[in-house]
T-cell receptor, first 113, second 111 residues
Framework: DAGVIQSPRHEVTEMGQEVTLRCKPI?????LFWYRQTMMRGLELLIY????????DSGMPEDRFSAKMPNASFSTLKIQPSEPRDSAVYFC???????????FGAGTRLSVL | QKEVEQNSGPLSVPEGAIASLNCTYS??????FFWYRQYSGKSPELIMS????GDKEDGRFTAQLNKASQYVSLLIRDSQPSDSATYLC???????????FGSGTRLSIRP
């Protein structure tokens, strides 16, 4: 299996622009997680899905962030409008069932200028 | 109180010695616990998972879990320079099946 695939690997954008991050989980995995990592705050859980349904989005910082999972093989995290404080590495992770380990994608490094 | 707490370090350990990393968590009903290693610029990778009280050994790594004290630790024996990384403790909150990470402990193995 190719593992969890994230795109793009790097994104540089200007403040106010819309940013869309993409994730393809491992085939057969039922849960998908979006995390954000910064030096100051560490690895923060933003939102996670079970069977394509959002279960907990309490970590989404504000209304500028939204996430979707239209099918079992694809998820997006959108920031609109983006701000410099959104600069971070965004990771997507998937796993099979509760209790299983998570597998992480390579991450998207986002820089908002 | 943070849900998962770790000492941020850095923790400096001489090569060949035992490195001890600690983590405490706040949810008493948590059932699944994980240790991840993250090299700079890379994604987290799993080292150990532990689900029951006691010790679990895998090569040079031993995970220890004490649910009564809400404490989980990772021991690395015969530390190598390649063990220098940030170690992340993760806890699955069974009430919601969400996985929360600690802020990580930076470990440095000095030759």
């Amino acid at each position: 299996d190719a593992g969890v695939i994230q795109s793009p690997r790097h994104e540089v954008t200007e403040m106010g622009q819309e940013v869309t991050l993409r994730c393809k989980p491992i085939s057969g995995h039922n849960s998908l997680f979006w995390y954000r990592q910064t030096m100051m705050r560490g690895l923060e859980l933003l939102i996670y899905f079970n069977n394509n349904v959002p279960i907990d989005d309490s970590g989404m910082p504000e209304d500028r962030f939204s996430a979707k999972m239209p099918n079992a093989s694809f998820s997006t995290l959108k920031i609109q409008p983006s701000e410099p404080r959104d600069s971070a590495v965004y990771f997507c992770a998937s796993r099979g069932v509760a209790g299983d380990i998570q597998y992480f994608g390579a991450g998207t490094r986002l820089s908002v200028l | 109180q943070k849900e998962v707490e770790q000492n941020s370090g850095p923790l400096s350990v001489p090569e060949g010695a035992i490195a001890s990393l600690n983590c405490t968590y706040s949810d008493r009903v948590s059932q699944s616990f994980f240790w991840y290693r993250q090299y700079s610029g890379k994604s987290p990778e799993l080292i150990m998972s532990i689900y029951s009280n006691g010790d679990k050994e895998d090569g040079r790594f031993t995970a220890q879990l004490n649910k009564a004290s809400q404490y989980v630790s990772l021991l690395i024996r015969d530390s190598q320079p390649s063990d220098s990384a940030t170690y992340l403790c993760a806890v699955e909150y069974s009430s919601a099946s969400k996985i929360i990470f600690g802020s990580g402990t930076r470990l440095s193995i000095r030759p």
